[in-house]
């Protein structure tokens, strides 16, 4: 699930992306194949806010990326 339709939109189709996202948008359909299943969502801001909040903090902190099933309260990231 995601925010932005421009990405969501990219993930669905198998064309090669020619702008700036293109060697991100080559990873994304070169790693596709290591599901059985995968679906590509769009969502509101407001519905994916916490992980809209966690981005920001990642990046804020120079991170690249958190485990997956940790929380904002696992990160002690909370009160932020």
């Known amino acids: 699930m995601g925010d932005s339709k421009t ?11 020619k702008s700036v996202l293109g ?21 509101q801001r407001t519905e994916n ?3 809209h909040n966690l981005e920001k903090e990642a990046l804020r902190k120079g991170e690249g990326s958190y485990l997956v099933g940790e929380t904002r309260e696992e990160l002690n990231l909370g009160g932020r």
């Not at 990405?7 to 992306?17: F, G, P």
């Not at 060697?23 to 969502?43: G, L, P, S, Y």
């Open 49 to 51: 806010a916490k992980t």
């Open 23 to 43: 060697a991100i948008m080559d990873d994304i359909q070169n790693n596709k194949t290591r599901f059985q299943k995968i679906v590509f969502r769009f969502i």
């Open 7 to 17: 990405i969501i939109n990219k993930c669905k189709t198998e064309a090669r992306d």
